[in-house]
Protein backbone atom coordinates (compact mmCIF):
# COMPACT_ATOMS: atom_id res chain seq x y z
CA UNK A 1 0.00 0.00 0.00
CA UNK A 2 1.46 3.19 -1.00
CA UNK A 3 2.24 6.14 1.63
CA UNK A 4 -0.62 8.24 -0.06
CA UNK A 5 -3.18 5.62 0.19
CA UNK A 6 -1.95 4.54 4.61
CA UNK A 7 -2.44 8.62 4.75
CA UNK A 8 -5.74 8.56 3.41
CA UNK A 9 -7.10 5.74 5.62
CA UNK A 10 -5.97 7.65 8.43
CA UNK A 11 -7.98 10.47 7.90
CA UNK A 12 -10.47 9.23 7.23
CA UNK A 13 -10.63 7.09 10.04
CA UNK A 14 -9.97 9.90 12.47
CA UNK A 15 -13.04 12.04 11.05
CA UNK A 16 -15.32 8.81 11.30
CA UNK A 17 -14.20 8.78 14.90
CA UNK A 18 -14.71 12.37 15.47
CA UNK A 19 -18.25 12.04 13.71
CA UNK A 20 -19.05 9.32 15.79
CA UNK A 21 -17.92 11.11 19.17
CA UNK A 22 -19.94 14.55 17.81
CA UNK A 23 -23.36 12.15 17.58
CA UNK A 24 -22.71 10.37 20.65
CA UNK A 25 -21.76 13.02 22.88
CA UNK A 26 -20.65 12.54 26.92
CA UNK A 27 -21.97 10.36 29.41
CA UNK A 28 -23.65 13.38 31.09
CA UNK A 29 -25.02 14.34 27.41
CA UNK A 30 -26.68 11.49 26.42
CA UNK A 31 -28.16 11.04 30.48
CA UNK A 32 -30.24 14.01 29.79
CA UNK A 33 -28.92 15.70 32.51
CA UNK A 34 -26.58 17.64 30.26
CA UNK A 35 -28.05 21.15 30.89
CA UNK A 36 -27.82 20.15 35.09
CA UNK A 37 -24.44 19.55 35.44
CA UNK A 38 -23.18 21.90 32.69
CA UNK A 39 -23.48 25.05 35.07
CA UNK A 40 -21.98 23.41 38.55
CA UNK A 41 -19.12 22.12 36.60
CA UNK A 42 -18.26 25.67 35.14
CA UNK A 43 -18.91 27.10 38.63
CA UNK A 44 -17.17 24.79 40.67
CA UNK A 45 -14.10 26.07 41.75
CA UNK A 46 -13.85 23.77 45.27
CA UNK A 47 -13.13 24.66 48.89
CA UNK A 48 -10.73 27.43 47.59
CA UNK A 49 -13.01 29.07 46.33
CA UNK A 50 -15.07 32.02 47.00
CA UNK A 51 -18.66 32.49 45.78
CA UNK A 52 -21.78 35.39 45.38
CA UNK A 53 -24.94 33.73 45.99
CA UNK A 54 -27.98 35.70 44.72
CA UNK A 55 -31.10 35.18 46.55
CA UNK A 56 -34.55 36.56 44.77
CA UNK A 57 -37.18 36.51 47.48
CA UNK A 58 -40.49 37.01 46.21
CA UNK A 59 -41.72 39.15 48.87
CA UNK A 60 -41.02 39.92 52.86
CA UNK A 61 -44.46 40.81 53.96
CA UNK A 62 -44.96 36.93 54.70
CA UNK A 63 -43.23 35.64 57.60
CA UNK A 64 -42.92 32.43 55.99
CA UNK A 65 -40.23 34.43 53.77
CA UNK A 66 -38.41 36.30 56.08
CA UNK A 67 -37.91 33.15 58.00
CA UNK A 68 -36.67 31.80 54.79
CA UNK A 69 -34.21 34.19 54.32
CA UNK A 70 -32.94 33.84 57.87
CA UNK A 71 -32.34 30.45 57.44
CA UNK A 72 -30.26 31.21 54.50
CA UNK A 73 -28.59 33.58 56.17
CA UNK A 74 -27.94 31.26 59.42
CA UNK A 75 -26.96 28.34 57.00
CA UNK A 76 -24.77 30.23 54.85
CA UNK A 77 -22.71 31.46 57.78
CA UNK A 78 -21.24 27.77 58.17
CA UNK A 79 -19.86 28.20 54.52
CA UNK A 80 -17.13 30.61 55.14
CA UNK A 81 -16.73 30.75 51.30
CA UNK A 82 -20.08 32.09 50.81
CA UNK A 83 -21.35 35.36 50.59
CA UNK A 84 -25.15 36.07 49.44
CA UNK A 85 -27.13 38.90 48.29
CA UNK A 86 -31.23 39.51 48.60
CA UNK A 87 -33.39 41.17 46.83
CA UNK A 88 -36.87 41.84 48.19
CA UNK A 89 -39.67 42.05 44.72
CA UNK A 90 -42.41 43.38 46.92
CA UNK A 91 -44.77 40.51 45.24
CA UNK A 92 -44.05 42.78 42.08
CA UNK A 93 -43.00 40.12 39.01
CA UNK A 94 -41.48 42.98 37.07
CA UNK A 95 -39.33 43.78 40.36
CA UNK A 96 -38.42 39.97 40.66
CA UNK A 97 -37.26 39.97 36.83
CA UNK A 98 -35.36 43.05 37.22
CA UNK A 99 -33.77 41.42 40.44
CA UNK A 100 -33.00 38.26 38.79
CA UNK A 101 -32.03 40.60 35.97
CA UNK A 102 -29.29 42.58 37.85
CA UNK A 103 -28.17 39.41 39.69
CA UNK A 104 -26.94 38.04 36.37
CA UNK A 105 -25.11 41.71 35.70
CA UNK A 106 -23.28 41.30 38.86
CA UNK A 107 -22.54 37.75 37.42
CA UNK A 108 -23.47 35.98 40.81
CA UNK A 109 -22.18 32.32 40.98
CA UNK A 110 -25.51 30.62 42.06
CA UNK A 111 -29.09 31.70 41.80
CA UNK A 112 -31.94 30.58 44.10
CA UNK A 113 -35.03 31.99 44.06
CA UNK A 114 -38.02 31.79 45.37
CA UNK A 115 -40.80 33.51 42.35
CA UNK A 116 -43.92 35.49 43.05
CA UNK A 117 -46.03 33.72 40.19
CA UNK A 118 -44.63 30.75 38.37
CA UNK A 119 -45.43 31.99 34.46
CA UNK A 120 -43.98 35.75 34.60
CA UNK A 121 -40.73 34.64 36.06
CA UNK A 122 -39.98 31.48 33.87
CA UNK A 123 -38.26 33.34 31.02
CA UNK A 124 -35.62 34.72 33.39
CA UNK A 125 -35.07 31.76 35.19
CA UNK A 126 -33.96 29.93 32.11
CA UNK A 127 -32.30 33.05 30.97
CA UNK A 128 -30.12 32.49 34.01
CA UNK A 129 -29.74 28.76 33.94
CA UNK A 130 -28.79 28.78 29.81
CA UNK A 131 -26.11 31.67 30.94
CA UNK A 132 -24.83 28.91 32.97
CA UNK A 133 -25.57 29.67 36.31
CA UNK A 134 -26.80 27.28 38.73
CA UNK A 135 -30.33 28.20 39.42
CA UNK A 136 -32.04 26.81 42.57
CA UNK A 137 -35.62 27.17 42.97
CA UNK A 138 -37.62 27.29 46.19
CA UNK A 139 -41.20 26.65 47.28
CA UNK A 140 -42.91 28.07 44.23
CA UNK A 141 -42.15 26.42 41.28
CA UNK A 142 -41.46 27.99 37.21
CA UNK A 143 -42.86 26.92 34.26
CA UNK A 144 -40.99 24.23 32.42
CA UNK A 145 -37.21 22.65 33.48
CA UNK A 146 -34.98 25.81 33.06
CA UNK A 147 -33.42 25.15 36.40
CA UNK A 148 -30.83 22.85 38.30
CA UNK A 149 -33.24 21.78 41.35
CA UNK A 150 -36.73 23.16 42.72
CA UNK A 151 -36.39 22.46 46.68
CA UNK A 152 -40.02 21.92 48.28
CA UNK A 153 -42.55 20.01 49.62
CA UNK A 154 -45.67 18.35 48.27
CA UNK A 155 -47.88 20.94 48.18
CA UNK A 156 -50.90 18.89 46.66
CA UNK A 157 -50.14 16.35 49.50
CA UNK A 158 -50.50 18.89 52.42
CA UNK A 159 -53.89 19.99 50.72
CA UNK A 160 -55.37 16.79 50.75
CA UNK A 161 -53.81 15.91 54.06
CA UNK A 162 -56.06 19.26 55.05
CA UNK A 163 -59.02 18.21 53.64
CA UNK A 164 -58.92 14.88 55.44
CA UNK A 165 -58.17 16.36 58.61
CA UNK A 166 -61.28 18.90 58.04
CA UNK A 167 -63.76 15.77 56.88
CA UNK A 168 -62.43 13.43 59.51
CA UNK A 169 -61.90 15.35 62.79
CA UNK A 170 -63.83 18.47 62.13
CA UNK A 171 -66.88 17.93 60.14
CA UNK A 172 -67.41 14.51 60.33
CA UNK A 173 -71.05 14.39 59.77
CA UNK A 174 -70.57 17.06 56.46
CA UNK A 175 -71.14 20.63 56.49
CA UNK A 176 -70.22 24.40 55.14
CA UNK A 177 -66.86 25.95 55.06
CA UNK A 178 -64.74 28.24 53.32
CA UNK A 179 -61.80 28.49 51.68
CA UNK A 180 -59.35 31.53 51.59
CA UNK A 181 -56.71 31.15 49.10
CA UNK A 182 -53.03 32.42 48.51
CA UNK A 183 -51.56 34.27 45.66
CA UNK A 184 -53.65 32.88 42.11
CA UNK A 185 -50.82 32.95 40.20
CA UNK A 186 -48.27 30.73 42.52
CA UNK A 187 -48.39 27.10 42.38
CA UNK A 188 -48.88 26.45 45.95
CA UNK A 189 -52.24 28.23 45.81
CA UNK A 190 -53.47 26.03 42.93
CA UNK A 191 -51.93 22.59 44.98
CA UNK A 192 -53.14 23.38 47.87
CA UNK A 193 -56.78 24.15 46.68
CA UNK A 194 -56.53 20.95 44.48
CA UNK A 195 -55.21 18.77 47.19
CA UNK A 196 -58.04 19.92 49.42
CA UNK A 197 -60.44 19.19 46.82
CA UNK A 198 -58.97 15.47 46.62
CA UNK A 199 -59.46 15.18 50.66
CA UNK A 200 -62.83 16.41 51.19
CA UNK A 201 -64.16 14.31 48.22
CA UNK A 202 -67.17 12.30 48.90
CA UNK A 203 -67.65 13.73 52.45
CA UNK A 204 -70.27 15.93 52.23
CA UNK A 205 -68.41 19.53 52.57
CA UNK A 206 -69.82 22.28 50.81
CA UNK A 207 -67.62 24.95 50.18
CA UNK A 208 -69.69 27.64 50.06
CA UNK A 209 -67.04 30.65 49.38
CA UNK A 210 -63.71 31.16 47.94
CA UNK A 211 -61.79 33.96 48.86
CA UNK A 212 -57.92 34.85 47.87
CA UNK A 213 -56.08 36.69 50.36
CA UNK A 214 -52.60 36.86 48.69
CA UNK A 215 -50.66 34.79 52.09
CA UNK A 216 -51.23 37.88 53.80
CA UNK A 217 -53.00 38.11 57.41
CA UNK A 218 -54.50 41.66 57.02
CA UNK A 219 -56.08 40.80 53.59
CA UNK A 220 -57.18 37.52 55.08
CA UNK A 221 -58.84 39.29 57.84
CA UNK A 222 -60.79 41.65 55.68
CA UNK A 223 -61.34 38.40 53.14
CA UNK A 224 -62.91 36.38 56.05
CA UNK A 225 -64.45 39.58 57.60
CA UNK A 226 -66.95 39.75 54.67
CA UNK A 227 -67.40 36.04 53.91
CA UNK A 228 -69.04 35.39 57.43
CA UNK A 229 -71.07 38.44 57.37
CA UNK A 230 -72.32 36.97 53.64
CA UNK A 231 -72.59 33.47 54.94
CA UNK A 232 -73.03 33.23 58.57
CA UNK A 233 -73.68 29.00 58.35
CA UNK A 234 -70.40 28.23 57.83
CA UNK A 235 -68.77 25.99 60.10
CA UNK A 236 -65.27 26.34 59.36
CA UNK A 237 -62.16 27.88 57.53
CA UNK A 238 -59.70 25.97 55.07
CA UNK A 239 -56.74 28.52 55.13
CA UNK A 240 -53.31 27.80 52.60
CA UNK A 241 -51.26 29.45 55.11
CA UNK A 242 -51.10 30.30 58.80
CA UNK A 243 -51.27 33.99 58.66
CA UNK A 244 -54.43 34.48 56.29
CA UNK A 245 -55.75 31.83 58.72
CA UNK A 246 -54.89 33.87 61.59
CA UNK A 247 -56.78 37.29 60.06
CA UNK A 248 -60.23 34.87 59.71
CA UNK A 249 -59.94 33.82 63.54
CA UNK A 250 -59.29 37.89 64.13
CA UNK A 251 -62.27 38.49 61.92
CA UNK A 252 -64.50 35.96 63.90
CA UNK A 253 -63.77 37.28 67.00
CA UNK A 254 -64.33 40.41 66.14
CA UNK A 255 -67.94 39.09 65.49
CA UNK A 256 -68.31 36.91 68.30
CA UNK A 257 -68.21 33.91 66.43
CA UNK A 258 -64.50 32.80 66.88
CA UNK A 259 -66.01 29.57 69.44
CA UNK A 260 -67.98 28.32 66.80
CA UNK A 261 -65.56 28.12 63.82
CA UNK A 262 -62.68 26.19 63.22
CA UNK A 263 -59.72 27.09 61.13
CA UNK A 264 -56.99 25.22 59.34
CA UNK A 265 -53.70 26.84 57.96
CA UNK A 266 -50.36 25.68 56.32
CA UNK A 267 -46.47 26.51 56.78
CA UNK A 268 -46.41 25.88 60.73
CA UNK A 269 -43.25 28.05 61.46
CA UNK A 270 -41.29 27.30 64.71
CA UNK A 271 -41.26 31.34 65.90
CA UNK A 272 -43.41 32.77 68.63
CA UNK A 273 -46.01 34.27 65.69
CA UNK A 274 -45.88 31.14 63.74
CA UNK A 275 -49.16 28.62 63.15
CA UNK A 276 -47.47 26.05 65.91
CA UNK A 277 -47.99 28.50 68.64
CA UNK A 278 -51.35 29.10 67.04
CA UNK A 279 -52.00 26.05 67.64
CA UNK A 280 -50.71 25.62 70.92
CA UNK A 281 -52.91 28.37 71.93
CA UNK A 282 -55.78 26.86 70.29
CA UNK A 283 -56.56 29.41 67.68
CA UNK A 284 -55.69 27.19 65.13
CA UNK A 285 -57.07 23.41 64.99
CA UNK A 286 -54.60 22.45 63.01
CA UNK A 287 -51.61 23.63 60.69
CA UNK A 288 -49.04 21.65 58.53
CA UNK A 289 -45.42 22.56 58.57
CA UNK A 290 -43.69 23.22 54.78
CA UNK A 291 -40.19 23.57 55.26
CA UNK A 292 -38.50 26.86 53.78
CA UNK A 293 -36.25 25.13 52.30
CA UNK A 294 -33.53 27.58 53.03
CA UNK A 295 -31.35 25.38 54.78
CA UNK A 296 -30.70 22.65 52.02
CA UNK A 297 -30.96 25.11 49.57
CA UNK A 298 -27.14 26.25 51.09
CA UNK A 299 -26.54 23.06 51.72
CA UNK A 300 -26.91 22.22 47.29
CA UNK A 301 -25.12 25.76 46.93
CA UNK A 302 -22.20 23.71 48.49
CA UNK A 303 -22.50 20.69 46.70
CA UNK A 304 -22.44 22.25 43.56
CA UNK A 305 -19.94 25.03 44.04
CA UNK A 306 -17.64 23.43 46.35
CA UNK A 307 -17.92 19.45 46.71
CA UNK A 308 -18.52 19.77 42.62
CA UNK A 309 -21.18 17.21 43.05
CA UNK A 310 -24.78 16.94 40.62
CA UNK A 311 -27.72 17.72 42.20
CA UNK A 312 -30.81 15.51 41.70
CA UNK A 313 -33.53 17.87 39.50
CA UNK A 314 -36.18 17.54 42.90
CA UNK A 315 -35.48 17.90 46.37
CA UNK A 316 -38.25 17.00 47.95
CA UNK A 317 -38.76 17.66 51.75
CA UNK A 318 -41.10 16.25 54.45
CA UNK A 319 -44.33 17.76 56.01
CA UNK A 320 -45.86 17.43 59.37
CA UNK A 321 -49.24 17.00 60.48
CA UNK A 322 -49.56 19.93 63.64
CA UNK A 323 -52.45 19.10 66.46
CA UNK A 324 -52.50 20.04 69.86
CA UNK A 325 -51.43 17.41 70.84
CA UNK A 326 -48.44 17.22 69.15
CA UNK A 327 -47.45 20.95 68.58
CA UNK A 328 -45.09 21.42 71.78
CA UNK A 329 -43.09 18.59 70.21
CA UNK A 330 -43.06 20.42 66.89
CA UNK A 331 -41.81 23.48 68.05
CA UNK A 332 -39.12 22.34 70.04
CA UNK A 333 -38.42 20.17 66.90
CA UNK A 334 -38.44 23.09 64.55
CA UNK A 335 -35.76 25.06 66.87
CA UNK A 336 -32.72 22.27 67.15
Known amino acids: MSVRARTHLTVTALAVLALAASACGT??????????????QAACKGAGGSFTIGMS????????????????????????????????????????????ENFMTQKVDLLIISPNEATPLTAVVK?????????????????GDGYTQWIGADNVDIGRQAGKFMAEKILPQGGKIAEIRGLAGSTPAKERQDGFAQGIQGKNIDIVST????????????QADAVFK???????????????????????????????????????????????????????AATFVYPTGGREA????????????QLPKTQLLQTLQVTKENAAEAYAKGNS
Open 230 to 284: AHPEIQAVYSQNDPMAEGAYLAAKAAGIDQKLKFIGIDGLPIPSGGIKAVEAGRL
Open 27 to 40: TSENSGQGKQTGPS
Open 127 to 143: KAYDKGIPVLVLDRKVD
Open 211 to 222: VDADWLREKGQQ
Open 298 to 309: VASAKQLLIDCK
Open 57 to 100: QANLSEPYRQQMNDDITRAAKGVPQFTVKFADAQQDNSKQVADV
